[in-house]
């Protein structure tokens, strides 16, 4: 049996035996957690709220990326760009996300666009910096061999550049979703219109452990799909090409 399958079953034993061992008010059981996840989507409350806290998600992954890698190749490539900014990038990297988050709320009220540009806003440096140190690091044989063959830009970016820069990419990618799952949540908690985060909240606000524990865990779920079934295979079609050159 694969180590990846042996690991949740692991998991659901060790829940189990903290179950058994706290009251089940505090510590429910996976199988009445994984009722009320049943109760739950077949009311349709954790679909809607999922849909919402996703969607948000996938909207703030998607522009973060785009101008964390444009931002990141400019800096990697200009050096005087890399020492006007860098300074930038470490304030937004250490800069609390509970702050920007409190600080768009304040200006611009509790609504959508403030939560997902708060989620930007803290994505985005993290990209820049991954993608940033990527460019640094490629090889300057490939460039040379580009030019004494008097390479097109296109084949160039094709053949030299995509490649070298998509292991990057991916680490970027990966790093920022698990930044942006629980961003998310949090900017939900304090504060939006539903979502995997302001439900939790209620269901903290009555003390509802089984509610909390059934959001949590159908969350989690739904990460290690897009793992396991998107990130993985993603990865290891953009590294083929390393290993198909060796």
Do not use: H
Not at 194 to 222: N, P
């Amino acid at each position: 049996m694969p180590w990846e399958l042996i690991s949740p079953i692991l998991l659901l034993v060790v829940w189990q035996a903290l179950a058994m061992l706290f009251p089940g008010r505090l510590f429910p059981t996976p199988i009445a957690v994984a009722q009320q996840i049943w109760t739950a989507t077949v009311s349709g409350k954790l679909l809607a709220d999922m849909a919402k806290t996703l969607t948000r998600a996938g909207i703030a992954f998607a522009i973060s990326m785009g101008i964390g890698i444009a931002i990141g190749i400019v800096l990697g490539r200009i050096r005087l760009a890399d020492r006007l900014f860098s300074t930038w990038v470490i304030i937004g990297l250490n800069l609390p996300a509970i702050v920007i988050a409190i600080v768009l709320y304040i200006w611009l009220g509790l609504t959508e666009v403030a939560l997902i540009l708060a989620v930007i806003v803290n994505k985005v440096p993290l990209v820049i910096a991954t993608i940033r140190e990527g460019v640094r690091s490629f090889s300057r044989d490939y460039d040379e061999l580009a030019r004494a063959y008097r390479m097109p830009l296109g084949r160039r970016l094709r053949l030299i550049f995509v490649p070298q820069l998509t292991p990057y990419v991916l680490a970027a990618a990966r790093t920022g979703l698990s930044l942006i799952w629980k961003i998310v949540l949090v900017f939900e908690v304090l504060g939006s219109d539903g979502g995997v985060g302001f439900r939790i909240s209620e269901f903290f606000q009555f003390f509802d452990i089984k509610g909390i524990l059934a959001y949590t865990t159908a969350f989690i779920l739904v990460v290690l799909v897009f793992e396991y079934g998107i990130m993985r295979p993603l990865e290891r079609s953009a590294v083929k090409w390393r290993t198909d050159r060796s």
